[in-house]
């Protein structure tokens, strides 16, 4: 699986962003699909993922109520919307892939996440 991270780019605070992630390949349903970031000089941390049904999420709480996922198993892709943006948000968003066919998928390790996008980056402005 490859995956195409895109979308990021610079907003005030208080604004929105929406990223996507495509994903080649004819098995994007077999995949819970997460999302990452990481700001300068900080470890990589968990976001929020959703399970390959798309029916159930889970999400860090820094990020609960304002963000939400979603994916399109027809297009083989998965969205991040991100509301009311803050400052602290700046910073590389990365999709990744999960093996995975369980209904509620809520693996906040990075090292439970068999592949990985390239980062897209959020600038959030004060």
């Known amino acids: 699986v490859q995956l195409q991270a895109s979308g990021g780019g610079l907003v005030q605070a208080g604004g929105s962003l929406r990223l996507s992630c495509a994903a080649s390949g004819r098995t994007f349903s077999s995949y819970a699909m997460g999302w990452f970031r990481q700001a300068p000089g900080k470890e990589r941390e968990f976001v929020a993922v959703i399970n390959w049904s798309g029916l159930n999420t889970y999400y860090a709480d820094s990020v609960k109520g304002r963000f939400t996922i979603s994916r399109d198993n027809a297009k083989n892709t998965v969205y991040l919307q991100m509301n009311n943006l803050k400052p602290e948000d700046t910073a590389d968003y990365y999709c990744?892939?999960?093996?995975?066919?369980?209904?509620?998928?809520?693996?906040?390790?990075?090292?439970?996440?068999?592949?990985w996008g390239q980062g897209t980056l959020v600038t959030v402005s004060s």
């Open positions: 990744a892939a999960a093996r995975s066919r369980s209904n509620y998928y809520t693996s906040t390790r990075l090292a439970d996440y068999d592949y």
